[in-house]
Nanobody
Framework: QVQLGESGGGLVQAGGSLRLSCAAS????????MGWFRQAPGKEREFVSC????????SYAGTVKGRFTISRDKTKNTVYLQMNSLKPEDTAVYYC????????????????WGQGTQVTVSS
């Protein structure tokens, strides 16, 4: 069983920062890409960022580019999302996911998902 566990969410004022972590545990699994998605109340889940586990190449949604940074620590089996200059519209449940076979920003390509962590940005 593969488990992805997010942490680091919380309540922050606009302009503040948070760092999300996602640790993988359980059986060893192949992962090509690790991604972060988010779902705001009343909206569909959307892509935020992803990173190629092997070479570290990254991709970002336009709404977060320049404010969020994704990174990974292979030794800790963990992926991070540093979120700076947070805005109220960043409020959402943030999900970590793993794509075991490819490189994608598409939700349906991801095989494993965490339970999510709530991020709330107050104005």
């Amino acid at each position: 069983q593969v488990q992805l566990g997010e942490s680091g969410g919380g309540l922050v004022q606009a302009g503040g920062s948070l760092r999300l972590s996602c640790a993988a545990s359980g059986r060893t699994f192949s992962r090509s890409t690790m991604g972060w998605f988010r779902q705001a109340p009343g909206k569909e889940r959307e892509f935020v960022s992803c990173i190629n586990w092997s070479n570290g190449i990254t991709s970002y949604a336009g709404t977060v580019k320049g404010r969020f940074t994704i990174s990974r620590d292979k030794t800790k089996n963990t992926v991070y999302l540093q979120m700076n200059s947070l805005k109220p519209e960043d409020t959402a449940v943030y999900y970590c996911a793993a794509d075991s076979t490819g490189w994608s920003t598409l939700e349906y390509e991801y095989d494993y998902w965490g339970q999510g962590t709530q991020v709330t940005v107050s104005s």
